[in-house]
């Protein structure tokens, strides 16, 4: 009898099992056979890319923009006084707003209605919109001595119009995203707003409507645009532009209102002779706005200084300022100091005012006025929807796993 078929026989070679499969054998912690070669061979896994940080050029830009702004503020007492302080105002006024508000276009391209940004939109443009209007409604009231002026949440008093401004160009991004023509339209739209005295002044429409082609602007701009306008040529060219505008600005300070510079009246109320006045304006204005912004742009540096870290603050400094800008009105600092009134004077002003803002955009300001600029506000928003998915998937996966 074959020993093959004895019950006590042992096993032979012919009668063994045959070994299981490597697959069968294998932990889910070893590596499929081969995979630990190819691992070897292809080296370490990919680093994940860095998030890009700001770009010093905006930051730069940012606070170039607001230290003028603060200037024209400190120079508007003067221009009775001097026909040059006339002339820097009008420059000034002919650019610096254009400019602040085409890089806040160039940053909203990405906005739209997610319950995130419109969250970031509320708590960022219309809370301190209110807050500030409330604290310069009283700030009137005490250092005007006028305490019957009343609060209204529909007409911005001084500088809170650049905040509704904001909202409502933001708000209206994602139309112009997606209409065909989207600059010549906003441009029509000022132009007949600077012909329509009947616009009033709820929430400042006026400049709201007119400063819009500049947003619109900056929503279609791309960092190419920033890098042509800053290369040698654009630099250079930039000189002879600007030398030809202050002379036309010095023509111009005693026959043209800088009110029209303000874009808060139609043609109309600036006494223009007839409705027509206020599109040609609004036309040439824009040209005269974008090409002096084109040569702003040209010699803002690129590089990181020590003043870039302030660009994130220039909001703040924006709002902040105003309370000395107004007070140096209300308390007749220009009136009771005629130093000021000379050449000398002229550029003292200029200093100090640069310096002020520069102190209200710091750091230490940013997080002592964080909770009104910046106010998170998690309890006034609901749970993001997409949040509250992720997170009932979570829980679903750990309870699988207990």
Not at 213 to 227: A, D, M, N, T
Not at 275 to 304: E, H
Not at 308 to 315: M, R
Request: proline residues 8%; glycine residues 6%; contains cysteine.
């Amino acid at each position: 009898m074959s020993s093959s078929l004895h019950p006590h026989a042992p096993a032979d070679a012919h009668t063994r099992f045959p070994a299981p499969h490597p697959e069968a054998t294998r932990r889910p912690d070893q590596p499929r056979p081969g995979q630990g070669d190819a691992a070897a061979q292809a080296g370490p896994p990919a680093k994940k890319p860095k998030p890009k940080g700001r770009d010093p050029y905006f930051d730069n830009a940012k606070y170039l923009a607001i230290v003028l702004v603060a200037c024209g503020h400190a120079w508007e007492p003067l221009r009775d006084d001097s026909r040059a302080a006339a002339a820097l105002y009008m420059i000034v006024y002919a650019f610096h707003m254009p400019a602040f508000i085409m890089i806040s276009g160039f940053m909203s391209r990405n906005f739209d209605m997610t319950g995130k940004r419109i969250q970031r939109l509320v708590t960022g443009v219309l809370v301190p919109y209110i807050l500030f209007e409330i604290a310069y409604t009283l700030f009137k009231r005490y250092a005007d001595d006028d305490p019957g002026y009343a609060f209204s949440i529909l007409d911005p008093w001084y500088l809170t119009w650049f905040l509704i401004a904001l909202f409502v160009w933001r708000v209206t991004t994602p139309i112009w995203r997606v209409i065909k023509w989207p600059v010549p339209l906003a441009l029509a739209i000022a132009a007949l707003a600077a012909m329509s005295p009947e616009i009033g002044d709820d929430l400042d429409l006026q400049r709201v409507l007119q400063f819009m082609p500049f947003f619109v602007i900056g929503l279609f701009l791309k960092p190419e645009h920033f890098q042509l306008v800053h290369s040698w040529r654009g630099r250079f060219l930039s000189m002879p532009v600007f030398a030809v505008a202050l002379l036309v600005a010095y023509w111009a300070a005693p026959r043209m209102s800088a009110a029209w510079f303000y874009r808060r009246d139609s043609a109309q109320e600036l006494q223009a002779p007839h409705a027509w006045y206020g599109g040609v304006m609004t036309l040439a204005l824009f040209g005269a706005s974008m090409v002096l912004c084109a040569c702003f742009f040209a010699w803002v540096p690129r590089r990181k200084m020590w003043f870039t870290v302030l660009g994130a603050g220039t909001l703040y400094g924006y709002l902040l300022h105003g309370f000395i800008a107004k007070g140096s009105r209300f308390w007749g600092w220009y009136e009771e100091n005629d130093w000021v009134h000379t050449p000398l004077g002229a550029i003292v002003v200029t200093f100090l005012a640069a310096g002020l803002i520069t102190f209200l955009c710091t750091p230490p300001f940013q997080r002592a006025f964080r909770w009104a600029m910046e106010p998170k506000m998690d309890w006034a928003f609901k749970k993001d929807a997409g949040k509250k998915a992720e997170a009932k998937n979570h829980r679903g996966k750990m309870r699988s796993l207990l």
